[in-house]
Structures are given as structure tokens and as C-alpha cells.
T-cell receptor, first 112, second 115 residues
Framework: DAKTTQPTSMDCAEGRAANLPCNHS???????VYWYRQIHSQGPQYIIH???NNETNEMASLIITEDRKSSTLILPHATLRDTAVYYC?????????????FGTGTRLTIIP | GAGVSQSPRYKVAKRGQDVALRCDPI?????LFWYQQALGQGPEFLTY????????KSGLPSDRFFAERPEGSVSTLKIQRTQQEDSAVYLC?????????????FGPGTRLTVL
């Protein structure tokens, strides 16, 4: 699976949009971009995933650049409960490759 | 419905003791995963089951680590002769189908401290 690069930490004001970048310059054509987050003392939680089109769900939006070498997770109206470590994971969508390979993620702190 | 549950939530062991960590996946989930998370790091894959079959154990760090899922539901991760470097949070996750790409739902983890 392709390697990802994320900033170590970010701050965002409560109520603002939080934009979390991820670089995956070696991504291949059949690899998906996944985002998980981990709130303190909890297990990771799935947020969203996509291949090349932008995706949106009730939690967030995922913007993938046209060349697919980077992406941005957007939390439109950040709340204090969004404080967590956010992991960007690139992974092939095939049987036998179910495991997730986490990096160190971005520690997002929402400021009141 | 109920999510993934793990027990115990906290375990303290003396070096050399054996420990057993339990995972109850979401009912009906075919796939089950174990991950190890050291302090300040992201989770690292240990092993994967599809029903009762252990299809990938490439992440198990040594032969002291053993996992089983005999009836394709509950799973146990056993660590023999624990060492201080085994101290970590052990996370279990399950997903609904065998094919790659399905959402993994994680439990709260078991924090193991080896003294």
C-alpha cells in the first residue's frame, strides 16, 4: 500500500471548517483513500473513503486532487468532539488485503 | 446494535505471565482483526480472521503471540511469557464481509501493562 504523509498536528477554531491534508504521491490506480479518526481512549472510527471522485457523508467531505496524489478531509463545522487523531490510509480494495496500515496521523485540536 | 466489545479493558501483568484478551465482534461480522497500538503511534496490524480461518498472521511479532477464533465469532489473543515491550493497547475490529474495502468497526481496546 502507498505511503501517506500528514502534518503532525493542527488547530482549528470551533465552528470553523477543519481541512486536513494528506499526501500520497505514490498512489496507484486501484488504491482507495480512507480516513479514520481516533478520539482519546477509544478505538479508531471510520469517517469516509474514495477512489477519485469527491465524496461527502454526514461526517465529512473528501476532496481528492485530479492526479490523486493528495487529498483533503473537510469537517465543515468543527466541534470540540472532533478533537482526535486523524489517519489517512491508502489501500488496495481487494480480497486478501483487508488490513489497514496506519501512520502516525494528524492530531487535530479544536479550540473553543 | 451493540458494537465491538473487548475485555478486559485494562490488564496488568508481571513479566513472564501469560495473558488472554477477548474480542466480541459485531454479530454476524465475518472478518475480525487484531491490531497493536504502542503509545503515541498508530495501530499496527497483527492478524486477520475470516470466520474461523486465520488468513493472515503476518503482523504477529513473535511466536509468543497466538490468536484464535474457533467458532467464527468470539476471538482470543493470547500472549505467552509477556515482556515489557508487549505493553500496548490491543485493538479488535470487525467488518461485515470478506471482501477487501469494507468498513472496519473497532472496539475500545485492551490496555496491557507489563511490569
Amino acid at each position: 500500500d502507498a505511503k501517506t504523509t500528514q502534518p503532525t498536528s493542527m488547530d482549528c477554531a470551533e465552528g470553523r471548517a477543519a481541512n486536513l491534508p494528506c499526501n500520497h504521491s505514490t498512489i496507484s490506480g486501484n488504491e482507495y483513500v480512507y480516513w479514520y479518526r481516533q478520539i482519546h481512549s477509544q478505538g479508531p472510527q471510520y469517517i469516509i473513503h474514495g477512489l477519485k471522485n469527491n465524496e461527502t457523508n454526514e461526517m465529512a467531505s473528501l476532496i481528492i486532487t485530479e492526479d490523486r496524489k493528495s487529498s483533503t478531509l473537510i469537517l465543515p463545522h468543527a466541534t470540540l468532539r472532533d478533537t482526535a487523531v486523524y489517519y489517512c490510509i491508502v489501500r488496495v480494495y481487494t480480497f486478501g488485503n483487508e488490513k489497514l496500515t496506519f501512520g502516525t496521523g494528524t492530531r487535530l485540536t479544536i479550540i473553543p | 446494535g451493540a458494537g465491538v466489545s473487548q475485555s478486559p479493558r485494562y490488564k496488568v501483568a508481571k513479566r513472564g505471565q501469560d495473558v488472554a484478551l477477548r474480542c466480541d465482534p459485531i454479530s454476524g461480522h465475518v472478518s475480525l482483526f487484531w491490531y497493536q497500538q504502542a503509545l503515541g503511534q498508530g495501530p499496527e496490524f497483527l492478524t486477520y480472521f475470516q470466520n474461523e480461518a486465520q488468513l493472515d498472521k503476518s503482523g504477529l511479532p513473535s511466536d509468543r503471540f497466538f490468536a484464535e477464533r474457533p467458532e467464527g465469532s468470539v476471538s482470543t489473543l493470547k500472549i505467552q511469557r509477556t515482556q515489557q515491550e508487549d505493553s500496548a493497547v490491543y485493538l479488535c475490529a470487525s467488518s461485515s464481509q470478506g471482501a477487501g474495502g469494507d468498513t472496519q468497526y473497532f472496539g475500545p481496546g485492551t490496555r496491557l501493562t507489563v511490569l
